[in-house]
Structures are given as structure tokens and as C-alpha cells.
């Protein structure tokens, strides 16, 4: 008969454990030195090795070789592997959970070991035990006969009375990192004659999430189609799950304002048979995790997640605004809400998705953001300006007018020294600007700015300086969803050219071959950098 691959590769001494380096390091010093304790308990996610650890420790106390313990060749390492060994008795919690189950094992503790040093009781998921069956065990727990040892496995130890938690010695399993999955799934297939890529073996070790049973599953389920080759296409077909890969994927679509990608990515995650329903809850839960993660440093264990999960997810949350994912977490649950009285709950979906990507936001419930094709108020006033035949030379035609007045007024006060004309000329010519490099200039804005806006990441790699005028500096966006963002932070990114240049100048946001917002903006612009150096009321009609 076929054994699926977490039982027929199960670790049988310490050293083929991964990824617990911090608990073998305990237990194997405990064996040699002689000094095991009576309790244990086993914390940890699912298919972490807490029973296989538990089954070797018990090998560890009952071997009979006279080297390193366990050895697992000997006849009671051989009997445990087996199953067989009188001395081991393995309880399921979940199953056998009442005080008459405990007053049993009670009973049963009173004999000495038949065959080996130690009789050891493993009692998985003892956090299913009711109140009564922990009560039952406390006293029996805390003192125990001299060869009798238990060790208790929970995935869920808060679940425990503290009387229980402080009877035992306390060991908490860690997710496995990737690497280490990869490297033990890659040897695994190595001795079953199977090629796997990287890329197929990496998409499973992340999937799995940190644990080897899940990982070794899905291989199993993966090499057992009978290709002498499998790719990562292969396991997404074999998968047809939505994992963070898909979340995070989708996430960039709509942050990116690209709806119709997000739309038939949802489509082809449908198709694969995941339930609408369940897929929001999830989606939910990853802007969720985007929350957390932004404000929490080390969120690993509060969400749940292995370390490069994490760090997925991180990256994504730095490259996002707080209000996006706000925006998101309240669309996302109204749909939900919505959906539950739904006939139709993928439609309610897509609805939510264009709304998201596009910001068809409803009126209050949400700021509108960049990117959504709204002009602002004094863009307007400016594009208003600029029909009226007003550009950018108004500011330089107030400018004129305002010398013209302190020149007057000077006159009245009786200043007797009249500047000449080319005295006067000199002063109105400006200073010679200082040269720049554009690139350098903009890394150096980028660096600083990265470090207070995460969105900032977005626009990186997708914007360029162009041009430097006395008033003005052009960027250049890559798309308009670049552009947009560009738009949205335009009060930072001209503060930062002022503190980098020594002078104010206002953005001009443009694309390949048209503007980002109106260019009559421009005189706006200039009018009020004229008033702030001048003291003077300027109008743009």
C-alpha cells in the first residue's frame, strides 16, 4: 500500500528535524546530561513536528544504545518507529477528551514500564480536554511516578489552564523557513528519482506556509500525476488555491488602477473553484495583514504567517497609503455584508473591484484619491484662466507692474537718487541658476521622501526630471497611474525641490506626449510665488 510522503519520510532521530534547531538543542542536552523533565509541552502551528519530535524524545529516553540517544536502529527505537512499543502510548485528545479517559490514564500511570526506562504518554491536541478531564490530570500531572514522563501537543496553547501551563516545560515550534523546505523537498525528490524545478518547489513552500506536512502533501499531491518533470505551472494547476501570491497580485492590479487585469484575474481564479464568498473573506483578511504589518514591526506571529510571507507582504504595505488600505478594508466589508443576502455575490465582487481601482467612491464614505480623473479647484480656476488668455506670462506682467509701483513710491517719499538704467536693468536680471543633474537631483528627492510616504515606491523606477526653470521643474510619468500618484503628493515633492535647490518652484506633471493636470495651472502657480515675494494681491482671470 502507497504511504503518503510525510510518513514514509518522517524524521526517526533529531538531526533530520528541520527548521527546530532551538528545541533539539535542548532536548538532546537534556538526554545527555541525564535530566529530562517530567512535562513538556509542545506549542506550535500544524506540521511543525511536534508529534514526530514528541515520538523521538521518547525513543530518546527508552534507546539502548550506548552512544548518542537515540540511535534508531535498536529494538526499542525499531518498536516505536513501528507503533509497537508497550511503553509509548499516544492519546488523541480530540476523540478521548472526558474525565473517564483521564481517570483511565490515571489508572494506567500506577504500573512501572513493561519493557523500556520511561513510559511516556503523547496527548495530541490537548487543548480539546474539557474542564473537567484537566482538572482530572492536574495533580497526576505535577507529580507523576519517577518513570513516567507525559508530553503534551497543542496547536492552540492559550487554550490551556494556566495550572496545566505551569506543570510543564514549555517548547514553542517555529514555522520552517522556505529555504529549508525547499532543501528537504528537493532531497526527497532526489531519492524518489523526480524532477522538480526551483520555481515549482519555491511556489510550494510557500504555500505550504511554513509547514512540512502541508508542503509534503502538496508535493504528493503534485509528482503523483506522473510527469517525469514538474513545473511551476504544474502546481498551479494542481493547487487551484488563491495563496498570498494571488492576494498580493491582485492587490498591485488595483493599486495600480488597472480593473479589466483585475477582472479576468478574478475570473481565472473563479475558474479554478474557489467560492466568491470565501475569496472576499480572504482578500479581507490580506488587507488586514497590509494593516498590521505597516504599524507592527515583527507581526509574525500575529498574523499567523511564515517570515518571507511576512516579508511580502511588507514590501506591499510600504509601496501603499494608510487611506488605500482604509478604502479597501470598508469596500471590501460592505461587499461582503451585501453579499451574504446575494444571489449574485461575483457580480457584487466586480462592482467592488472596478470602484476600488478606479475610486468610483461613494460621496463620504471615502476621499477621493489620485489617480480617479477629478480636477482640482484651482486646476480649474487655472484651465478657466487659460481660456481667457491668460498663461504663464501674467505672473512676469505683475511682477513689472509691482516695480513700477515701488519706483513710484519711492519718488514720493523723496528719494533724491534716481537709479540709472542700466542700474535698474541689472537688478531685475536674475542671478544665473545654478546647474544641476537631473538624475542625481531626483535620486536624492526620492531618498528622502521614501523614508515619511511608502507610495513613493510606485513612482520610483516610473517618473524622470526633465527640466528646471527659474519657477518650474517638469517631471515626466511613465503611465497615468504613475502620474496620478505623482499629482496626489505635489505639495512634498515641491517642498523637497526647495529644500534641495534653495528655491521654490512649482511641479509641472506631464506623460509621454500630454499633461498630467492643465497647464494653466502653471500661471497659477507662479502668481502665488509671485505674491509670497512680492506682498501683492495677484489675480488670475
Same mark, same amino acid.
Given at each position: 500500500?502507497?504511504?503518503?510522503?510525510? %510518513?514514509?519520510?518522517?524524521?526517526?532521530?533529531?538531526?533530520?528535524?528541520?527548521?527546530?534547531?532551538?528545541?533539539?538543542?535542548?532536548?538532546?542536552?537534556?538526554?545527555?546530561?541525564?535530566?529530562?523533565?517530567?512535562?513538556?509541552?509542545?506549542?506550535?502551528?500544524?506540521?511543525?513536528?511536534?508529534?514526530?519530535?514528541? %515520538?523521538?524524545? !521518547?525513543?530518546?529516553?527508552?534507546?539502548? !544504545?550506548?552512544?548518542?540517544?537515540?540511535?534508531?536502529?535498536?529494538?526499542?527505537?525499531?518498536?516505536?518507529?513501528?507503533?509497537?512499543?508497550?511503553?509509548?502510548?499516544?492519546?488523541?485528545?480530540?476523540?478521548?477528551?472526558?474525565?473517564?479517559?483521564?481517570?483511565?490514564?490515571?489508572?494506567?500511570?500506577?504500573?512501572?514500564?513493561?519493557?523500556?526506562?520511561?513510559?511516556?504518554?503523547?496527548?495530541?491536541?490537548?487543548?480539546?480536554?474539557?474542564?473537567?478531564?484537566?482538572? !482530572?490530570?492536574?495533580?497526576?500531572?505535577?507529580?507523576?511516578?519517577?518513570?513516567?514522563?507525559?508530553?503534551? #501537543?497543542?496547536?492552540?496553547?492559550?487554550?490551556?489552564?494556566?495550572?496545566?501551563?505551569?506543570?510543564?516545560?514549555?517548547?514553542?515550534?517555529?514555522?520552517?523557513?522556505?529555504?529549508?523546505?525547499?532543501?528537504?523537498?528537493?532531497?526527497?525528490?532526489?531519492?524518489?528519482?523526480?524532477?522538480?524545478?526551483?520555481?515549482?518547489?519555491?511556489?510550494?513552500?510557500?504555500?505550504?506556509?511554513?509547514?512540512?506536512? *502541508?508542503?509534503?502533501?502538496?508535493?504528493?499531491?503534485?509528482?503523483?500525476?506522473?510527469?517525469?518533470?514538474?513545473?511551476?505551472?504544474?502546481?498551479?494547476?494542481?493547487?487551484?488555491?488563491?495563496?498570498?501570491?494571488?492576494?498580493?497580485?491582485?492587490?498591485?492590479?488595483?493599486?495600480?488602477?488597472?480593473?479589466?487585469?483585475?477582472?479576468?484575474?478574478?475570473?481565472?481564479?473563479?475558474?479554478?473553484?474557489?467560492?466568491?464568498?470565501?475569496?472576499?473573506?480572504?482578500?479581507?483578511?490580506?488587507? %488586514?495583514?497590509?494593516?498590521?504589518?505597516?504599524?507592527?514591526?515583527?507581526?509574525? *506571529?500575529?498574523?499567523?504567517?511564515?517570515?518571507?510571507?511576512?516579508?511580502?507582504?511588507?514590501?506591499?504595505?510600504?509601496?501603499?497609503?494608510?487611506?488605500?488600505?482604509?478604502?479597501?478594508?470598508?469596500?471590501?466589508?460592505?461587499?461582503?455584508?451585501?453579499?451574504?443576502?446575494?444571489?449574485?455575490?461575483?457580480?457584487?465582487? $466586480?462592482?467592488?473591484?472596478?470602484?476600488? @481601482?478606479?475610486?468610483?467612491?461613494?460621496?463620504?464614505?471615502?476621499?477621493? %484619491?489620485?489617480?480617479?480623473?477629478?480636477?482640482?479647484?484651482?486646476? =480649474?480656476? #487655472?484651465?478657466?484662466?487659460?481660456?481667457?488668455?491668460?498663461?504663464? +506670462?501674467?505672473?512676469?506682467? =505683475?511682477?513689472?507692474?509691482?516695480?513700477?509701483?515701488?519706483?513710484?513710491?519711492?519718488?514720493?517719499?523723496?528719494?533724491?537718487?534716481?537709479? =540709472?538704467?542700466?542700474?535698474?536693468? @541689472?537688478?531685475?536680471?536674475?542671478?544665473?541658476?545654478?546647474?544641476?543633474?537631473?538624475?542625481?537631483?531626483?535620486?536624492?528627492?526620492?531618498?528622502?521622501? $521614501? #523614508?515619511?510616504?511608502?507610495?513613493?515606491?510606485?513612482?520610483?523606477?516610473?517618473?524622470?526630471?526633465?527640466?528646471?526653470?527659474?519657477?518650474?521643474?517638469?517631471?515626466?510619468?511613465?503611465?497615468?497611474?504613475?502620474? +496620478?500618484?505623482?499629482?496626489?503628493?505635489?505639495?512634498?515633492?515641491?517642498?523637497?525641490?526647495?529644500?534641495?535647490?534653495?528655491?521654490?518652484?512649482?511641479?509641472?506633471?506631464?506623460?509621454?506626449?500630454?499633461?498630467?493636470?492643465?497647464? @494653466?495651472?502653471?500661471?497659477?502657480?507662479?502668481?502665488?510665488?509671485?505674491?509670497?515675494?512680492?506682498?501683492?494681491?495677484?489675480?488670475?482671470?
Amino acid at each position: 500500500m502507497y504511504t503518503a510522503l510525510y %510518513r514514509a519520510y518522517r524524521p526517526e532521530v533529531f538531526e533530520e528535524i528541520l527548521g527546530q534547531g532551538h528545541i533539539i538543542k535542548i532536548l538532546k542536552n537534556q538526554l545527555a546530561s541525564d535530566s529530562v523533565s517530567h512535562a513538556y509541552l509542545f506549542c506550535g502551528t500544524r506540521g511543525t513536528g511536534k508529534t514526530t519530535t514528541a %515520538r523521538i524524545l !521518547a525513543k530518546g529516553v527508552n534507546c539502548t !544504545a550506548d552512544g548518542e540517544r537515540p540511535c534508531g536502529v535498536c529494538a526499542n527505537c525499531t518498536a516505536i518507529k513501528e507503533g509497537t512499543f508497550m511503553d509509548v502510548i499516544e492519546i488523541d485528545a480530540a476523540s478521548n477528551n472526558g474525565v473517564e479517559n483521564i481517570r483511565e490514564l490515571r489508572e494506567s500511570v500506577k504500573y512501572p514500564p513493561a519493557v523500556g526506562r520511561k513510559k511516556v504518554y503523547i496527548v495530541d491536541e490537548v487543548h480539546m480536554l474539557s474542564t473537567g478531564a484537566f482538572n !482530572a490530570l492536574l495533580k497526576t500531572l505535577e507529580e507523576p511516578p519517577e518513570n513516567v514522563m507525559f508530553i503534551l #501537543a497543542t496547536t492552540e496553547p492559550q487554550k490551556l489552564p494556566a495550572t496545566i501551563l505551569s506543570r510543564c516545560m514549555r517548547l514553542d515550534f517555529k514555522r520552517v523557513p522556505e529555504e529549508t523546505l525547499v532543501r528537504g523537498m528537493d532531497d526527497i525528490c532526489a531519492q524518489k528519482g523526480i524532477e522538480v524545478s526551483q520555481g515549482a518547489l519555491r511556489l510550494i513552500a510557500a504555500n505550504a506556509d511554513g509547514s512540512v506536512r *502541508d508542503g509534503l502533501s502538496i508535493l504528493d499531491q503534485c509528482i503523483s500525476g506522473g510527469q517525469t518533470r514538474v513545473e511551476r505551472e504544474d502546481i498551479l494547476d494542481f493547487l487551484g488555491t488563491a495563496g498570498e501570491e494571488i492576494f498580493l497580485e491582485l492587490t498591485d492590479k488595483i493599486t495600480l488602477r488597472q480593473p479589466q487585469e483585475a477582472l479576468l484575474l478574478l475570473e481565472q481564479i473563479l475558474a479554478d473553484g474557489k467560492d466568491v464568498r470565501q475569496f472576499m473573506k480572504d482578500w479581507l483578511s490580506h488587507y %488586514r495583514n497590509l494593516l498590521i504589518t505597516k504599524f507592527i514591526k515583527n507581526p509574525e *506571529d500575529m498574523l499567523n504567517l511564515s517570515p518571507e510571507n511576512v516579508d511580502r507582504i511588507r514590501r506591499q504595505s510600504d509601496s501603499l497609503d494608510l487611506a488605500d488600505i482604509n478604502n479597501a478594508i470598508i469596500e471590501l466589508s460592505r461587499t461582503m455584508s451585501e453579499a451574504k443576502w446575494s444571489t449574485q455575490p461575483r457580480i457584487l465582487l $466586480e462592482l467592488c473591484m472596478v470602484k476600488m @481601482a478606479t475610486d468610483l467612491i461613494d460621496p463620504g464614505s471615502a476621499a477621493p %484619491r489620485a489617480g480617479s480623473g477629478t480636477v482640482p479647484r484651482a486646476a =480649474s480656476r #487655472a484651465a478657466s484662466g487659460a481660456a481667457t488668455g491668460v498663461g504663464s +506670462g501674467a505672473a512676469s506682467v =505683475s511682477k513689472r507692474n509691482s516695480a513700477q509701483a515701488q519706483k513710484e513710491t519711492s519718488a514720493e517719499a523723496g528719494n533724491p537718487a534716481e537709479p =540709472s538704467q542700466n542700474q535698474s536693468e @541689472a537688478e531685475e536680471e536674475p542671478a544665473p541658476e545654478k546647474s544641476y543633474d537631473y538624475d542625481s537631483l531626483w535620486h536624492a528627492i526620492f531618498e528622502e521622501a $521614501e #523614508a515619511s510616504r511608502g507610495s513613493f515606491n510606485l513612482i520610483r523606477s516610473g517618473t524622470r526630471l526633465t527640466e528646471m526653470t527659474d519657477e518650474i521643474f517638469t517631471v515626466v510619468a511613465s503611465n497615468a497611474a504613475v502620474g +496620478g500618484y505623482v499629482e496626489n503628493n505635489r505639495q512634498v515633492l515641491e517642498d523637497l525641490m526647495e529644500k534641495h535647490t534653495g528655491r521654490r518652484r512649482g511641479l509641472r506633471c506631464e506623460l509621454e506626449g500630454e499633461d498630467c493636470a492643465p497647464k @494653466a495651472s502653471d500661471a497659477e502657480r507662479l502668481a502665488k510665488i509671485a505674491e509670497s515675494k512680492l506682498g501683492l494681491n495677484i489675480e488670475i482671470e
